[in-house]
């Protein structure tokens, strides 16, 4: 059973999904193509952050930024390695959903890479809804190593 609980950025495990998701993020994307937040970013008021367990195992990560009183982004989904394919990311995903719906938020956004890596990732958010856009917020249009999506809610 996947357990879904606000924070967790203090934990060992977390700390260390996240550095794989940085260094996964840095090996498919050139540097200023990669948008990951940080520890810090993770802990910004604006930033709601949940981790997923079953038990003492984490089995991912995901975060949502508030954009404005109506528009979020969806952040630092990770599933960990040993839980790929079990339907953890899902489970972040819709959780985030029912954040931003509870919070009055009519729309959700991401932004994603253009790699072979991020297929998996593309799949669950076409799945989910989500439907290709034009950069958003402070993201620029003309990078090639960029994916943008986004949803109603």
């Known amino acids: 059973m996947i357990a879904i609980r606000d924070g967790g950025l203090e934990t060992p495990q977390v700390q260390d ?6 260094s996964g993020m840095l090996a498919n994307s050139p540097r200023e193509s990669c ?7 993770l802990q910004a008021a604006d930033v709601s952050f949940w ?3 079953e038990g003492e195992a984490l089995l991912g990560i995901g975060a949502l930024k508030q954009l404005d009183a109506r ?8 599933t960990a390695p040993a839980h790929l394919g079990k339907g953890v990311g899902a489970a972040i ?6 954040t931003a719906r ?13 790699a072979p ?25 003309d990078d090639p190593h960029s994916r943008f999506l986004t949803r109603e809610l």
């Not at 999904?17 to 940085?22: D, E, V």
């Not at 509870?102 to 253009?114: C, D, H, K, V, Y």
């Open 117 to 141: 890596s991020f297929e998996p990732a593309l799949r669950l958010y076409a799945r989910a809804g989500f439907v290709p856009c034009p950069a958003f917020g402070s993201y620029r249009d």
């Open 102 to 114: 509870a919070r009055g938020l009519t729309r959700l956004s991401l932004e994603t890479g253009t």
């Open 93 to 98: 995903l819709n959780h985030i959903l029912e």
């Open 17 to 22: 999904l996240l550095r794989l998701h940085a």
């Open 71 to 78: 528009h979020g982004e969806v952040k630092s989904m990770r």
């Open 35 to 41: 948008h990951f937040l940080d520890l810090s970013g």
């Open 51 to 53: 981790s997923a367990w």
